[in-house]
């Protein structure tokens, strides 16, 4: 099969099955299968049409990209991504620069991912700042198992244990965390990418960023939030007792991540 029919054909299929980016998709399909960047598809000719089709028609399912490719960018990271965690998501890159910021003049910090999933944020962290400390926990032992095979892979150093909350309030430099922040009478309209393949549990939740807040011992608490979050949560921040908080936008502009600093 050409490359060229290949994309072309994809691209339509994918269109037709309501994926919002067909061409990107279509290119990143054709890109593993070649086994080349998405960038070089175009160097090719031909590519094996038997071993695409599978790909596609799990895309046309609208199993989300990542799972389809098997792993996906995060920072400086590769991470082998699948249904056991959610998709690591460019938004979260903003957390992991707000907490690299706060500790960066900190000596071998003690930091805790709170419910560190694929291990996007803790595994980052570890990799941008070598001699902090690393703990990530999550309650789904399947998350866990995930995220010791990217750090396995990876050859970066986290302790990684099932415990939730409660583990903020052992005392850490940082404790991160991207919690469930999409509320449950928002599930029903979310894509079907998030809806029918992302673990519910690790999206839907409410309170969940308050509870951390009251619960952590820590020098700097950074969270990661949904729209409209922000603003609440740091004047709970401050009448919690944290200051120098500091609210930080995403690309799109969105405020996204919240923090604050514990005397």
Do not use: C
Not at 76 to 101: G, M, N, Q
Not at 135 to 148: N, P, Q, W
């Amino acid at each position: 099969m050409t490359v060229r029919d290949a994309l072309a054909e994809t691209e339509r299929r994918l269109a037709a099955a309501g994926v919002d980016t067909p061409r990107v998709d279509a290119e990143w399909l054709v890109a593993h299968v070649l086994g080349v960047p998405r960038t070089r598809i175009r160097e090719h000719a031909e590519v094996d049409g038997d071993a695409l089709e599978p790909l596609v028609r799990r895309r046309e399912a609208r199993e989300p990209l990542a799972y389809v490719l098997g792993d996906w960018g995060f920072r400086r990271l590769t991470l082998k991504t699948d249904r056991r965690a959610l998709v690591p998501r460019p938004e979260t890159e903003i957390a992991v620069d707000r907490a690299l910021a706060v500790i960066r003049d900190v000596r071998a910090p003690r930091v805790l991912d709170v419910g560190v999933g694929s291990g996007a944020i803790a595994l980052s962290i570890a990799d941008e700042h070598p001699d902090a400390r690393l703990t990530g926990v999550d309650t789904s032992a399947e998350a866990l198992a995930l995220a010791r095979e990217n750090a396995e892979r990876l050859g970066l150093e986290v302790e990684l244990r099932q415990a939730g909350i409660e583990a903020a309030a052992e005392g850490w430099e940082l404790v991160v965390a991207n919690p469930p922040y999409v509320r449950p009478e928002e599930w029903d309209a979310l894509q079907p990418e998030i809806r029918d393949w992302e673990p519910k549990a690790a999206l839907v939740g409410e309170g969940i960023h308050e509870q951390l807040a009251r619960a952590a011992r820590t020098t700097w608490l950074v969270l990661e939030v949904g729209d409209g979050q922000a603003g609440p949560l740091a004047l709970l921040l401050a009448a919690e007792g944290y200051f120098e908080i500091r609210i930080s936008p995403d690309l799109g502009g969105r405020q996204r991540v919240v923090e604050g600093r514990r005397a």
